[in-house]
């Protein structure tokens, strides 16, 4: 079972709902933090220790005693990621999306592949939960190859939680692509809610199943409530501006630990998404 | 000599536009007999790269000189690579801009 958490607006509170409903449930489970420009999962984990690996993609290499600069790789180049110039062929690596086009059609066979370090991920195992984040290298363009490869550790046979980064864009959707149901999680303002309709569309694109969050619920008037229903969409749980909640975040505290009254909300949010896979 | 120039227009009275790797039109011109080609810039509307295409395309041209107003690191990056000379924050009409060279 795949459960991507993910939001339009950034901020809602998606951190939040994963970590939380991860740590109501007793059975074994993935964690993964798929937010690898800004990870935020691994701050309310102090003092563990993790494995770390370092994750590469590829980019292309020419040798310049073997380039006729027929101009073939950058006609081939989507990215425009190649320059033909009258004494040799450049690369621009931030442009290069690794798919090896190139490097197959390469006339002299002149273009090798050659590691790129785009980050790292980390995993460590806290109880029943095997948590995975990945942190992007500073500098590196482009998201998804890492949040590809942070995804690679889902266990098709478990519960896998899934915080995602923010917006509709390419990380956004790389991340939530494949999972069984995603969670929207959003707050009762107009930004939250200009930004859950572009969610919408995306994810009805993607033909995912979808429900709403709603963090702060009282903070706003009615219209995301109205949007919701006017569009048939299920609203999974409402939580509180309870400034309880606020402080013990602040603190590096889960709810489910520090405010145990709230363990139900997310067990029920867990139930009613597994009602709907 | 012969100048490449990017350009808002298709003739030696337009301005000089700005941008190199979105420009409307790169004009080359002989700069003593004011004879000129005019292309459209067909990578105005390009997701990425728009600089290393413009600056493919100009190379191509074997122009003496490039003269425009701004260059993005990556159009830059390649002019370097190639040797050519160039010159950046030129403003004003085509016509005016080559009566010094």
Request: some cysteine; aromatic content about 6%; charged content about 25%.
């Amino acid at each position: 079972m795949i459960i991507s958490i993910a939001s339009g607006k950034g901020g809602t509170g998606k951190t939040t709902v994963a970590l939380n409903l991860a740590l109501s449930l007793s059975e074994n489970l993935t964690l993964l933090d798929v937010d690898v420009e800004e990870p935020n999962c691994h701050i309310f984990f102090p003092d563990i220790d993790y494995q770390e690996e370092t994750v590469y993609s590829k980019i292309p290499q020419i040798d310049e005693n073997k380039c006729t600069l027929c101009g073939k790789c950058a006609e081939v180049c989507q990215f425009n990621a190649l320059a033909i110039l009258p004494k040799k062929t450049i690369i621009f690596k931030e442009l290069c999306h690794s798919c090896g086009g190139c490097v197959l059609l390469c006339p002299a066979k002149a273009i090798t592949e050659v590691p790129h370090e785009i980050g790292t991920i980390k995993t460590s195992n806290i109880n029943n939960i095997e948590f995975s984040y990945g942190l992007l290298k500073i500098g590196i363009p482009a998201s998804p190859p890492l949040i590809k490869k942070v995804k690679d550790k889902i266990k098709l046979d478990k519960i896998n939680i899934i915080d995602c980064p923010p917006g509709t864009s390419c990380p956004a959707i790389e991340a939530v692509k494949g999972s069984d149901f995603c969670a929207l999680v959003c707050d009762p303002t107009p930004f939250s809610l200009n930004d859950l309709q572009l969610s919408v569309r995306a994810l009805r694109y993607l033909n995912i199943s979808f429900g709403v969050v709603i963090n702060r619920c009282n903070i706003g008037d009615n219209k995301l409530i109205d949007y919701c229903y006017s569009e048939t969409i299920d609203i999974l749980a409402q939580i509180p501006d309870d400034r309880k909640i606020a402080e013990a975040y602040s603190k590096g505290q889960l709810i489910v630990n520090a405010l145990p009254e709230y363990r139900k909300h997310f067990t029920e949010l867990f139930d009613k998404i597994k009602e709907r896979i | 000599m012969k100048i490449a120039i990017s350009s808002q227009g298709k003739d030696l009275t337009a301005q000089l536009d700005p941008r190199f790797g979105r420009c409307k039109y790169f004009i080359f011109v002989e700069s003593d007999s004011h004879e000129y080609e005019c292309i459209e810039n067909p990578y105005i509307n390009a997701s990425g790269g728009a600089g290393v295409q413009s600056a493919q395309l100009v190379l191509s041209k074997n122009p003496d000189l490039v003269i425009t107003g701004n260059l993005g690191p990556k159009a830059e990056s390649t002019l370097n690579s190639s040797g050519i000379k160039y010159e950046t924050g030129a403003s004003g009409s085509i016509k005016d801009i080559i009566k010094d060279y």
